[in-house]
């Protein structure tokens, strides 16, 4: 077996303590007091209660009972918390399903905004042409042949009125 001394990873440094290991002693295992604060949480009768049973163990009636009726507190705390919880979960599933329907009104609409955006363009581009068709061709009325001119004239006016009055496309209203 070769060993490659220098890649390997280096030893650990000597401390020269010996590794033992050992059981804690019994003040780990024990709880300790609560601190009281002038403004924080305070010293809670229930809490007290139980590190007095824990010390010895719960023995007799009276720890049996205090330990059941702080096991039914807790019991009933957890179910609240629980149903809270659920009512929360119900909320966001009903907020989740609104928020994707709302996104898809917006989504449709960005579209319809954007072919709106397109349509004026087009109209707008309509209009110059038709213009500028129809003036060029109204210079020209005065030359010897005026049917190229008035065909002019003709197709400006058509674009002019396809340009205003052409597209005017119904959409049914989105519902929000």
Excluded: C
Excluded at 115 to 135: C, D, E, P, W
Excluded at 149 to 155: K, M
């Amino acid at each position: 077996m070769n060993i490659d001394l220098e890649n390997s990873p280096p030893e650990p440094e000597k401390t020269g303590v010996e590794p033992i290991q050992s059981t804690p002693p019994n003040e780990v295992y024990q709880l300790k007091p609560a601190r009281l604060s002038a403004g924080g949480i305070g010293h809670y009768p229930l809490t007290e209660a139980i590190r007095e049973i824990s010390e010895s163990g719960v023995r007799g009636q009276a720890g049996m009972l205090l330990l059941f009726a702080s096991t039914q507190r807790l019991e009933s705390d957890l179910l609240v918390v629980r149903q809270e919880k659920d009512n929360a979960v119900k909320e966001l599933n009903a907020m989740k399903i609104n928020f994707f329907e709302k996104k898809e009104i917006v989504e449709v609409l960005k579209e319809r905004l954007n072919s709106v955006r397109k349509l004026r363009l087009t109209q707008n581009v309509m209009i110059t042409l038709g213009g500028m068709i129809a003036g060029t061709a109204a210079s020209l009325l005065k030359a010897n042949n005026i049917g190229w001119p008035i065909a002019g004239i003709v197709l400006g006016g058509f674009l002019l009125f396809a340009g205003w009055y052409g597209f005017h496309d119904e959409k049914e209203e989105v519902k929000s």
